[in-house]
């Protein structure tokens, strides 16, 4: 199993930055990409950005790169979000997912952090 634990969301201004944080643990060998979704009240949850754990290849959801950016530590075992200019529409629930390399879903996932953008 993997477990996958978020921080660095809270409340910022608009224009302003934020960091979030997603370290796994566990059976982290059963992921092949890591990723970071959001969730907007009302809303579906969406696509925001990827990164293959062996190649470090990036993907980004629509409109999110360019202010959005992911990385991760040398081991591989945590990735970031930077976001920069935030918007009150980037206000979400953001929640880090670890993709299974054999079902090829993203089946683990956090408990989600909370970012709110005040205008």
């Known amino acids: 199993q993997v477990q996958l634990v978020e921080s660095g969301g809270g409340l910022v201004q608009a224009g302003e930055s934020l960091r979030l944080s997603c370290t796994a643990s566990?059976?982290?060998?059963?992921?092949?990409?890591m990723g970071w979704y959001r969730q907007a009240p009302g809303q579906e949850r969406e696509f925001v950005a990827a990164?293959?754990?062996?190649?470090?290849?990036?993907s980004y959801g629509d409109s999110m790169e360019g202010r959005f950016r992911i990385s991760r530590n040398m081991a591989g075992t945590t990735i970031f979000l930077q976001m920069n200019s935030l918007k009150p529409e980037d206000t979400a629930v953001y929640y880090c997912?670890?993709?299974?390399?054999?079902?090829?879903?993203?089946?683990?996932w956090g408990q989600g952090t909370q970012v709110t953008v005040s205008s």
């Open positions: 997912a670890g993709r299974d390399f054999r079902t090829r879903s993203y089946d683990y």
């Open positions: 990164m293959l754990r062996s190649s470090g290849h990036t």
């Open positions: 566990g059976r982290i060998s059963s992921m092949n990409a």
